[in-house]
């Protein structure tokens, strides 16, 4: 994948390529294409406002637009609209008509694949209905601006149709709108079911749905903060592959190799780009722009090979934290028990990564048997359930002996936080099953369902005592009876002691009452 | 009545302590089943099991035995009595639940077993299809038809054999023996063909197993009349276990006495009869085949005819009914089989 970007780049526009490519970012047919353009969307939206630490409240709607076939596929005009910092006016154009193509090489965790979801959505809808874009924007709450465009796909450039201007009433950030073919009716679960995990992976949004035929779905914010936005990091240096260390040296404008290893890699000091370089058996005075191809392949083994570096830093990850991870879960779910976990964070390939997890048992929505949520820098993973590493590892334990059994109600969840996630392949949702990766979910995991095995034990034993109390206070009372009438004697014997009382102590309740479907007509 | 109250009086008092009620009942579990040689019966060994409501499982199975003798309390005191089936509809006027009726009945014999009475002593008895036809007078004892008397030849039918007619007195007869017949096909022959004059019998219908009333009555006949008991039963190994309870009572009933006649006979239909008559047969099934190994490792067969008879089944491999008789003739089991039998 890499490598096609590298050598189509000079004779292709990226808009083009990645148009040309577009099944890579799951545009594959109208009901994906559906699914995608809207989480594209709203995916942007949250980034907008997380990044100024803004409670998001996003507005999402899908509706019909008639001037298309009658029946789905057809055409739907998709709006999303947030709360973020916005885009100001001069550069609202190039956000969403232009891809760009930076040269930089730092690495942070982000939702999207590509990271230019919303002008794949602008190039879907062109392609499919022909119609343009409306994008708005407002940074201040005083004025918006907006445009109805398009994207100039082989100049990979907007196309400004009309300019619009006005009040902007207090509201900040960014609308956008764009008509595309989808096809809802085989769409609706899956969009449901992503607005609603999204939800759970960001319990501080509110997110309010209206639906093709007007039915509106609201999910409110459970919580008040915002985590703190992830941050740019440096590649570590055991996680760069030659590719990338060609494109780091053709642009260094830098001295020697020892500079060049401190001023490219998270954690590389003098001592220890010095300490890799004599490894690696450099000169660290050499000019990387002097490295032939046998070098820097020879450079990227050293750089894996190499046992000296520090870990990578986590420090740069953005994780839910379990309060977050606890309040979403709840929400969506209600479940009667609901235990988290946030491991440490740990490495693989020069990557760091978490693993959060929850494991939630009970109460009214989730359904008979095991059901799996997952959750890849806060982007819920909806496809390639049954290939996922999480899967391996729940098929891989024997859940009877945590006290739950086939048909038990339990919803499992696990979230991996990392600079780059391990897909097995662009456009797959699911998460390869690198050995560190899986080892940490099963830690999680099974700590969590030894911490709901001991909630079913007590629950259990409480339901036995409530159990017992029941049938003592029938039965007592009639065996004294009897016993009186059998002996002749007036009164009854004193029996009450006999009966045990019934300790009910509440445990796990949990029900936060937000995030239900209000169903208008 | 005694019993009953002592057993109200334990259980009130251990409440009124601030205990929990413990209740010593004798172990009839088959390991506790014991044959008394002397008895010639199944009776009970000295373990008991205890039935405490400081258990949560055996508080219901506690309340159901206590009300089952506030029960029969209640019976005696209105000299009413009670079915088996009755009980279990009683039950649930007080909110004493019983799963069926098996529960319920289970209960009668576990407080049998607790106060060592039979359920007809506190006036509970099964639905009963039994008869007995025969010259007999008896008195009743049951409220209403105190001193009533009944000649026991004066329906041909016969007279059923219920709770009055158990309790009732003897007041005269002329008879020398007693038959009882497995079905009732052979009990109205034999009282066509006057079987009760021409042997001086009292005849009895066991309508298949012997129902305790009428092992009751067939004993009070031999001890308190002094008459000879003949059982005469289907040549098979279920006629055989017939005749075996009724002289030694039942191992479902190891906890009572009283309810056999150890000395009647049983006269046939032997399996030896079924070759010397050369009677209609049919093949012994895989059950039956079965069953006669089981009888065979019982200690109350190892006495004579049951060992050779078992043998000789097992031989033969050939059952027949009463009813088999009538190749011959309807009469040749009265004429020719009966005087054998009975040695005339």
């Keep these: 994948m890499r490598r096609s970007v590298g050598a189509s780049f000079s004779e292709i526009s990226p808009s083009e390529f990645f148009y040309r490519n577009r099944d890579l970012a799951g545009f594959t047919n109208p009901t994906r294409a559906l699914y995608f353009s809207l989480k594209e969307l709203v995916e942007n939206s949250l980034d907008s406002c997380e990044a100024s630490q803004t409670p998001p409240e996003i507005l999402v709607s899908i509706e019909v637009d008639e001037d298309g076939p009658s029946e789905d596929p057809r055409f739907y005009r998709i709006m999303v609209q947030d709360n973020g910092t916005g885009i100001p006016a001069g550069d609202l154009a190039d956000a969403f008509g232009r891809v ?281 993973l909806l496809y390639d359930e049954s290939s996922d590493v999480t899967w391996k590892v729940l098929n891989s334990m024997d859940l009877r002996s945590y006290r739950v059994g086939p048909e038990d109600p339990v919803g499992v969840v696990v979230h991996l936080v990392s600079t780059k996630i391990p897909y097995k392949t662009i456009g797959k949702e699911y998460i390869a099953d690198r050995p560190e990766v899986e080892r940490e979910i099963r830690l999680a995991l099974r700590s969590l369902f030894r911490a709901l095995r001991n909630y079913l034990s007590r629950k259990e034993h409480m339901v036995g005592v409530a159990r017992r109390a029941n049938i003592y206070s029938k039965y007592m009372p009639l065996i004294a009876r009897f016993s009186a009438e059998l002996a002749g004697r007036a009164r009854l014997p004193r029996y009450e002691a006999l009966i045990p009382r019934a300790e009910l102590a509440g445990e796990g309740g949990g029900e936060d009452g937000a995030g239900e479907r209000a169903q208008d007509p | 009545m005694a019993k009953l109250r002592a057993l109200g009086e334990l259980v009130y008092d251990q409440i009124e302590r601030g205990e929990h009620p413990v209740l010593r009942i004798p172990d009839r579990s088959v390991s506790n089943i014991i044959y008394d040689e002397k008895l010639r019966q199944y009776v009970l060994g000295n373990k008991v099991t205890l039935r405490t409501t400081r258990n949560v499982k055996h508080l219901r199975a506690f309340a159901q035995l206590i009300w089952l003798a506030y029960f029969s309390k209640l019976l005696s005191e209105s000299h009413k009595t009670s079915t088996l089936r009755d009980v279990f509809y009683s ?22 077993a607790l106060l060592g009475m039979a359920r007809e002593e506190f006036n509970v008895y099964p639905e009963e299809r039994s008869s007995i036809f025969g010259n007999l007078v008896i008195e009743y004892n049951v409220p209403g038809y105190e001193g009533r008397r009944l000649d026991l030849t004066s329906h041909p039918d016969g007279v059923m054999i219920g709770p009055a007619l158990t309790t009732a007195d003897f007041v005269e007869t002329d008879a020398e023996l007693v038959i009882a017949i497995e079905k009732g096909g052979l009990f109205t022959r034999f009282i066509e063909e006057k079987v009760h004059e021409r042997f001086k019998a009292i005849l009895v219908n066991t309508a298949g197993q012997a129902p305790r009333a009428t092992r009751y009555l067939l004993r009070r006949l031999r001890s308190e009349l002094n008459l000879p008991v003949y059982i005469l039963t289907d040549g098979d190994p279920w006629g055989m276990h017939i005749a075996m309870v009724i002289i030694s009572g039942s191992a479902n009933a190891a906890h009572l006495t009283q309810l056999n006649v150890p000395d009647a006979s049983w006269i046939g239909v032997w399996a030896t009869d079924i070759l010397k008559y050369k009677l209609p047969y049919d093949k012994l099934t895989d059950a039956d085949v079965k069953r006669l190994r089981e009888l065979a490792r019982d200690p109350r067969y190892s006495g004579d005819p049951w060992r050779s008879q078992i043998d000789s089944f097992l031989e033969h491999r050939r059952k027949s009914e009463q009813e088999a008789f009538a190749k011959y003739g309807l009469t040749y089991i009265v004429d020719k089989y009966l005087p054998d039998k009975l040695g005339r």
């Excluded at chain 1, 079911?193 to 459970?222: C, H, K, N, W």
């Excluded at chain 1, 929400?331 to 929850?358: D, I, K, T």
């Design chain 1, 100 to 380: 760009f193509y930076g040269s930089k090489f730092k690495l942070r965790q982000s939702r999207g694949i590509f990271g230019m979801g919303a002008t794949m959505t602008l190039l879907y809808a062109q392609a499919t209905t022909g119609k343009p874009a409306f994008v708005a924007s407002s940074t201040t709450g005083r004025r918006y601006h907006g445009l109805l465009m398009k994207v100039d796909i082989e100049r990979n450039r907007p196309v400004i149709l009309r300019r619009l201007e006005g009040r902007a009433r207090g509201w900040r950030g960014t609308l956008v709108s764009a008509t595309i073919l989808g096809d809802y009716q085989k769409a609706e679960s899956k969009v449901i079911s992503y607005l609603e995990q999204t939800a759970m992976a960001a319990p501080y949004a509110s997110i309010t749905f209206r639906d093709p035929r007007g039915r509106q779905m609201v999910l409110e914010r459970v919580a008040d903060s915002v985590p703190r936005p992830p941050r740019e990091t440096l590649p570590h240096p055991s996680g760069v592959d030659v590719e990338t260390l060609r494109k780091m040296v053709k642009a260094w404008r830098g001295g020697g190799l020892a500079d060049f290893m401190v001023r490219n890699f998270q954690r590389v000091g003098p001592k220890t780009a010095e300490a890799f370089l004599a490894y690696a058996k450099f000169d660290p005075r050499t000019d990387p722009r002097t490295l032939t191809e046998a070098d820097l392949s020879r450079l990227a083994s050293a750089l894996r090979s190499y046992g000296g570096f520090l870990p990578p830093d986590a420090s740069y990850l953005s994780t839910l934290g379990p309060e977050l991870l606890e309040a979403g879960v709840r929400r969506l779910l209600q479940p009667e028990f609901c235990a988290v976990e946030s491991r440490r964070p740990q490495a693989y390939e020069g990557h760091p990564f978490v693993v959060e997890a929850a494991v939630a048992y009970g109460g009214p929505r989730l359904k008979p048997g095991l059901t799996v949520f997952r959750f890849a820098n806060r982007i819920p």
């Design chain 2, 91 to 112: 039950a649930q006027a007080y909110r004493v639940d019983f799963e069926d009726q098996d529960e319920s009945d289970e209960r009668i014999t576990e407080l049998e």
